[in-house]
């Protein structure tokens, strides 16, 4: 019975509160997801000391790879020298991203704005001496590209965080609940700048799995985060009560339930730059990821990881501009559209726009016989053409007869020379809103 009513004090709060969030979310939550739910690509910067030696972020003193003290060696090696704002965003931009998520502090605590909290950060304590946040959002800013800060929940570096290593645990919240107060008006005083310097327009937390949304008092941070800016967007990271999911490095094999989802991928293996891991993807690689996530209706957030003077390594420049070559050329098919038609209609990846009456369909391969085949489509076709070049292409239908609804299957031919160097993206126009035939084809009625 004591451990029912212990329970019940634990959790009937959180109850209380999570019921209340709902409340406030709820009421306008789908508007405040446009912008995120049209911008498709967004880039995402892993940006720390831990780039000076090429070892994994924060994971790497934490695992016992390196000691806390050699790892924050690095602090001198971290220079910023030749961080150059606008080439960053320049190259955002051009990558065809709408949106962009910066990593301000990584589990290791570093900081990368001269924050009055603390003492770790990239002016008070690297050789950088700078503030590095600010001339980098201001040039985001210019763009309108939208803003998202990355902030880890843990902060491993912190005197009154609980957690040191994996073998390290400074004490229990339980225990000493004061200091763990400490740590929380901490975190609150440089979450509270952000917002009010960078009045950003996504939070994208991380590392909620070391305590619970009770712990860490998601409910009260979400609430100093809205104040004023009841539009903000959350990432689920908050012990789920955000507002959208993050699969993280592997492409969900079935569409996530989630309406609203972004897979967070990195450009190699790393999240920070490793001088050793050349196992780069493809700028094809890339696309293929991308469109497998707009044809799920979800976005993709791909990982650039600068080096420790600011440089972005070569390497990662050249994929962001190939992928940016093919987004502007295939806009139309790409932003402002949603999920595609399942496989059964279309042996690949599409997607819709949003009135559903264009259909896009995404061609990988060179098709054999020049043909790609679309089956089950009850909405006449009007027209169908190369998206970036305008070709207008013959189809072809099969097996329609005039005595049922049956569409028949449509043969539309791609010719040779209209073939992208990545994906080819065919428009189909539609005469109305797109209208799959679900029902079972029957024996011959007439003849
Ligand atoms: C993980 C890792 C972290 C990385 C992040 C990016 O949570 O802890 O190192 O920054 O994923 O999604």
Redesign the pocket.
């Known amino acids: 019975m004591k451990i029912k009513i212990f329970l019940l004090l634990i959790v009937s709060p959180f109850l209380i509160q999570s019921q209340g969030i709902e409340e406030i979310s709820s009421s306008n939550s789908n508007d405040k997801m446009l912008w995120f739910e049209e911008a498709k690509l967004g880039i995402f910067i892993?940006w720390g000391i831990y780039s000076v030696n090429g070892i994994s972020?924060?994971?790497s003193f934490y695992n016992g790879y390196i000691s806390h003290h050699d790892y924050m060696k690095q602090l001198k090696g971290f220079t910023a020298n030749n961080f150059d704002p606008k080439k960053w965003s320049n190259l955002i931009e051009e990558s065809g991203a709408k949106y962009t998520v910066i990593t301000t502090k990584?589990?290791d605590g570093f900081a990368l704005w001269d924050s009055k909290y603390g003492n770790l950060n990239s002016y008070k304590s690297s050789t950088s001496k700078k503030d590095l946040l600010s001339p980098f959002i201001r040039e985001i800013r210019s763009k309108g590209i939208k803003l998202g800060l990355y902030y880890s929940l843990p902060d491993w570096s912190y005197k009154d965080y609980t957690h040191h290593t994996n073998k390290i645990k400074r004490y229990n919240i339980q225990e000493n609940p004061k200091r763990w107060n400490r740590f929380l008006k901490y975190r609150d005083g440089q979450l509270k700048e952000l917002k009010t310097r960078y009045n950003p327009d996504l939070w994208w937390f991380?590392?909620d799995w070391e305590h619970n949304a009770v712990e860490w008092k998601i409910i009260e941070l979400k609430n100093i985060l809205k104040k004023n800016s009841p539009n903000v967007i959350f990432n689920s990271r908050l012990n789920g009560l955000g507002d959208y999911e993050t699969p993280?490095i592997g492409i969900p094999v079935f569409r996530p339930n989630a309406k609203y989802w972004e897979l967070?991928v990195t450009i190699n293996d790393s999240?920070g730059y490793q001088q050793n891991d050349n196992n780069y993807k493809t700028p094809m690689q890339v696309i293929d990821l991308f469109v497998d996530s707009l044809s799920k209706g979800g976005n993709l957030l791909l990982n650039i990881s600068p080096k420790e003077d600011g440089s972005i390594p070569e390497k990662q420049v050249e994929v962001l501009k190939e992928l940016g070559k093919w987004t502007k050329k295939h806009s139309s098919a790409i932003y402002k559209t949603e999920r595609g038609i399942p496989y059964e209609h279309f042996y690949g990846p599409s997607t819709l726009s949003k009135d559903k009456k264009t259909l896009f369909l995404y061609v990988r391969d060179l098709p054999k016989d020049n043909n790609i085949i679309l089956k089950g489509v009850s909405t006449k076709i009007n027209r169908a053409y190369i998206v970036g070049n305008g070709t207008v292409l013959n189809q072809q239908v099969l097996c329609k007869v005039y005595w049922n609804k049956y569409p028949g299957i449509t043969y539309i031919e791609v010719p040779k020379q209209t073939i992208d160097k990545y994906y080819t993206v065919i428009a189909l126009v539609l005469d109305d809103t797109i209208n799959l035939y679900k029902e079972k084809v029957g024996a011959i009625e007439n003849n």
Do not use: M, N
Request: glycine share 10%; charged share 25%.
């Open positions: 892993h972020e924060s994971w990584h589990h991380d590392g993280e967070c999240w």
